[in-house]
């Protein structure tokens, strides 16, 4: 909800391809082409990689950022150590911040260059991990990356083991074709309960 009326929650991928004052043209309620207070108006999260996409988030109107990715490490704002300080910088502009988190990450089939930032899943201490850090900040929101992405090898739906060609997708085991599914709502609840 936002001013009391319900919206649309618009996360936008690759936000910092635009220039912040394009953003501000359509965020900003004096914006030449505002959609703020019309039918079209939202919640809308830029994503933030880099230190400097904050100042750019807050200049271009967004009510928030979020992080994507689901490796800690991989850029400024996936780091679980960043964190803290980028709710702080949410929160003394009044925007939102929302962690994204994941199970684990290998995206080596489709980006073969990027080994160093696969992370294993550790049947499922990863994802908890993640979870955690999320919660340190208590965050409004936490997002999951992905569903079913599976090429990053960050899905959470059903998984049984499959091969396509010589590639083999991992799948949960030793745990059941549902596992990340059950940990993605026993955390659901744990936040859902932390947040009344």
Excluded: C
């Excluded at 400097?52 to 994507?68: C, M, S």
């Excluded at 009044?94 to 962690?99: A, E, G, H, L």
């Excluded at 990340?180 to 709502?185: D, W």
């Amino acid at each position: 909800a936002k001013n009391g009326k319900d919206v649309p929650l618009f996360y936008i991928y690759d936000s910092y391809n635009l220039p912040s004052y394009d953003w501000k043209n359509l965020l900003s309620p004096s914006g030449l082409h505002t959609i703020r207070n019309t039918a079209y108006d939202g919640v809308f999260l830029g994503l933030l990689v880099e230190p400097r996409h904050k100042n750019e988030i807050l200049q271009g109107g967004f009510d928030g950022f979020y992080t994507y990715f689901a490796t800690n490490g991989f850029t400024y704002g996936s780091s679980f150590a960043n964190w803290k300080a980028l709710r702080e910088f949410a929160d003394q502009n009044k925007i939102m911040f929302v962690p994204s988190i994941g199970p684990g990450y290998v995206d080596t089939r489709v980006r073969p260059w990027n080994g160093k930032n696969t992370r294993k899943r550790l049947n499922g201490k990863y994802y908890n991990d993640a979870f955690q850090s999320a919660f340190d900040v208590n965050p409004e929101i936490i997002s999951v990356t992905s569903f079913n992405e599976w090429h990053e090898g960050t899905q959470i739906e059903m998984a049984v083991p499959k091969k396509v060609g010589d590639y083999t997708y991992n799948d949960y085991a030793p745990n059941p074709p549902e596992y990340y599914l059950q940990l993605t709502r026993n955390w659901s609840q744990k936040f859902r309960n932390y947040q009344l």
